[in-house]
């Protein structure tokens, strides 16, 4: 018989804010967090000059606990540290029993650490190179820093998978956990602030140029809309058995009942609306429910035209009604690695409040797009048993989160 699985911490650096009483009164003065990068003007050949950066204290670690991190990695680590403390668990020494393991990833590691591997190979000189230079860059750097730091010693699951790195760790996560391998994990997923994430869409004709009017932009779903902006940030989910968090009197956030994940096997950048519409059948497959008993879905919405268009045709596919739909990146753009931890734990804060933030920027609704109900406005007064949090990556990556209020 498969464990029931409850979120029972959580914590995120935003671009927004670092916690729920900062976010939600943000998101409820609908004001973005985008701003003009005017140090980017260094690259006349990129068009785009917006991104969300956050604001981040020096959380006071050691040098010899940080020696290994880059900025992604001390996002995840910092985010980790409060959501284990949210959880009542940072102290506990179930953490180095075995049973506690860690599901975290991004969509590269630092990228400073990068580029003392360039130097190397342009200057044919190894003297930017250190005893940390790969442990920095490494792919798998935040769970490896986080199990660390904690002194996990279960399982480590670390998935590199850009905008569903966060989300597809808490699949994993989840299972390890619903299949009774685990009774703890930090899930969830970082990413550090860096032009060159920026100039990938930028190539593509995918990044927003409204450079002098940022508080316009991302305008998902929305006909108008130009194109997405990038963010960086890093959110944690603390997951746990059920029973196991019932014995030690724990407070339960809500409950994970569903997730699914497939891949397009198609096309690497371009969106596929059929596959994209099977992982949100999986997640309620998995969860048991029908679609009608979704209340709310928390939207990918990037704001390009191919992405939002065929991920609100996949939703309509799925749902065949028009189920509330809004996406949280017109606030604090696409946070990239971090999106799907960041986006599940503002849903199920947004949930239990009972109000969830409308579509920022969206005006015009593009006629292309699913017919569904965009949120708009002041956002929506909603009493949600359950909502869905959906995120696609480039590789046609999809997945689909489901959680359930607990009452």
Not at 363 to 383: F, K, M, S, W
Request: glycine share 10%; with cysteine.
């Amino acid at each position: 018989m498969k464990k029931r699985v409850v979120i029972t911490g959580g914590s995120c650096i935003s671009p927004i804010g670092n916690d729920w009483g900062a976010i939600e009164a943000r998101l409820r003065s609908r004001r973005n967090a985008i701003v003009r990068m005017a140090d980017w003007d260094r690259y006349p050949r990129m068009n785009t000059r917006l991104a969300a950066p956050v604001s981040f204290d020096d959380p006071g670690y050691s040098r010899k606990q940080t020696r290994g991190m880059g900025r992604v990695a001390l996002l995840a680590v910092a985010s980790a540290d409060r959501a284990l403390q949210d959880a009542g668990l940072r102290e506990s020494p179930e953490l180095t029993a075995g049973r506690a393991g860690v599901a975290f990833g991004s969509s590269t590691g630092n990228v400073d650490a990068l580029l003392d591997f360039f130097g190397m190979l342009h200057d044919n000189d190894t003297q930017g190179i250190s005893a940390t230079t790969y442990i920095r860059s490494m792919p798998q750097t935040c769970a490896v820093n986080i199990g660390v730091f904690f002194g996990l010693t279960g399982r480590l699951i670390t998935t590199n998978t850009a905008c569903t790195a966060g989300s597809l760790s808490i699949g994993y996560a989840f299972e390890a956990i619903q299949n009774g391998l685990q009774d703890v994990m930090v899930a969830g997923g970082a990413e550090e602030l860096s032009p060159t994430e920026a100039a990938v869409f930028d190539t593509l004709f995918a990044a927003s140029t409204k450079n002098d009017t940022p508080e316009l932009t991302p305008a998902a779903y929305d006909r108008d809309r130009d194109g997405l902006v990038i963010g960086e940030g890093s959110g944690a989910l603390i997951l746990e058995e059920y029973e196991h968090a019932r014995a030690r009197g724990a407070r339960i956030l809500a409950e994970l009942v569903g997730f699914g994940t497939n891949t397009d096997g198609s096309h690497i950048t371009q969106p596929n609306r059929p596959t994209m519409a099977v992982a949100m059948k999986l997640a309620l497959e998995s969860a048991g429910l029908s679609p009608d008993a979704i209340d709310y879905v928390n939207g990918h919405g990037t704001a390009t035209q191919h992405g939002d268009v065929a991920e609100s045709g996949a939703t309509r596919d799925v749902f065949d009604r028009r189920v509330p739909i809004s996406s949280l990146k017109s606030y604090m753009g696409h946070t990239l690695g971090a999106c799907g931890a960041i986006e599940a734990l503002m849903s199920i804060n947004m949930m239990n409040a009972g109000w969830f933030a409308p579509n920022l920027n969206l005006v015009n609704v593009d006629p292309a797009c699913g017919d569904l109900d965009y949120i708009q406005g002041d956002g929506r007064e909603l009493d949600a048993e359950y909502i869905m949090s959906n995120n696609f990556a480039f590789g046609g990556i999809n997945t689909s989160l489901i959680f359930k209020k607990v009452t």
